[in-house]
């Protein structure tokens, strides 16, 4: 087994055994049938993910598979924004708990030039992404800031400013300054509707919310890989990452690379905040309940922290959360897929007790060979 299989290995076979707990909990929680339902569950929650293949080929229309699959999409996007942005701290040795309130300030951006700021579709879409990925990384500056000059530890202050950007935007800027109003004079909730020049195009027309996000996400995440792993500021980010006092030896610049990687983990988030502004609300509504920044942490970690294996995280859990909704055919609860990511994420945590396992396993027998004789001294003379 390859190395970066070996490493990946842990993550898989915690998702499977996510997955099979709270299969089980479905089936134990039922008096009749318990298995027979907690099967039809998962398969409801299949088809709401991937589109519902056994209606379609029995004639339905196409929209039974464009519908859900959008759905998905969009979820998987919004994840895998996010999860970059906390694996791109990572490979720094910085943990981002920040990405919410960057994803927030990202939002309000997104909002703010897509209805503020007249400029036709090929520039107002670029103009409103960059408005938002700026808004993200000054966000995270602070924090950057805050940890390489002051000392301050960015856990504590990313969930502080987390705080600040849920008061800051959703109790004053998008209730005061920023609000829209209606054409009667009256207000709305939440900030002006975007123009039709900044909303992201959906790639599938009116059958389907999928957009242009998805296809950015996916290739932030190539985008991101190909960095860390094919260019020299990369390689210096992720020396860093395993040990500042070495990198610093080599005479990598450790704070210019910490601010870096700490800076492009907010754009990423504040784009996430975009693709969602710009490719399904038209607005920045009332409050930005979504917690896709605090998701985007247990993403990052079964997705190992690598880009590619983020993105792949991000879809599975992306057509699983779409797909929840359907559960509650079945008298489930649709929260089922979030309790299955915790789940993974809890037994993600374990990896040293799955690597342990797995080196046993592959650990060769020991040769048992025979005595080999004593050498005879030499006399002494």
């Known amino acids: 087994m390859g190395e970066r299989a070996r490493q990946a290995l842990p993550s898989v076979l915690s998702v499977l055994l996510s997955l099979v707990v709270c299969w089980l909990l479905i089936a134990l929680t039922r008096d009749a049938d318990g298995f027979t339902t907690a099967t039809a569950a998962y398969l409801q929650m299949l088809w709401g993910g991937i589109g519902d293949w056994p209606t379609f080929l029995g004639g339905s229309p196409v929209a039974v598979l464009t519908r859900p699959i959008g759905e ?21 040795g910085l943990f981002n708990i920040g990405a919410q309130g960057q994803m927030l300030l990202g939002a309000l951006a997104a909002a703010v030039v897509g209805s503020h700021v007249e400029l036709p579709a090929l520039l107002h879409i670029p103009a409103a992404l960059l408005g938002a990925a700026l808004a993200g990384a000054a966000w995270a500056g602070i924090a950057a800031a805050l940890r390489l000059y002051r000392g301050v530890h960015e856990v504590i202050s990313t969930i502080m400013l987390n705080w600040v950007a849920l008061r800051l935007v959703d109790n004053w800027l998008v209730v005061g300054p920023l609000r829209g109003v209606a054409q009667a004079g009256a207000s709305i909730t939440g900030t002006a509707e975007i123009h039709a020049s900044a909303a992201l195009p959906r790639l599938l027309g009116d059958v389907s919310r999928l957009n242009l996000g998805f296809p950015l996400a996916m290739l932030a995440a190539v985008a991101v890989w190909l960095w860390l792993e094919r260019t020299r500021t990369g390689f210096e980010t992720r020396a860093v990452g395993l040990g ?17 990687a700490m800076a492009l983990a907010g754009a990423l988030a504040g784009s996430a905040g975009a693709v969602l502004v710009l490719g399904t609300e038209g607005r920045y509504p009332g409050t930005l309940g979504a917690p896709y920044g605090f998701d985007g942490i247990a993403i990052s970690l079964i997705g190992n922290n690598h880009p590619l294996g983020v993105a792949l995280a991000a879809l599975f859990f992306g057509a699983i959360r779409a797909g929840g909704t359907r559960m509650q055919l079945l008298d489930v609860h649709k929260s089922f897929p979030e309790l299955i990511q915790g789940l993974a994420l809890l037994f993600v945590a374990g990896r040293l007790i799955w690597l342990s396992v797995l080196r046993r396993r592959r650990a060769p027998a020991p040769v048992l060979s025979a005595p080999t004789a004593p050498t005879p001294e030499a006399p002494h003379a």
């Open 72 to 92: 998905a999409a969009m979820k998987a996007a919004l994840l895998t924004l996010t999860g970059l942005s906390v694996a791109v701290a990572f490979k720094v």
């Open 244 to 260: 500042d006092e070495a990198a610093r030896a080599a005479g990598i610049p450790v704070a210019r690379r910490a601010g870096l």
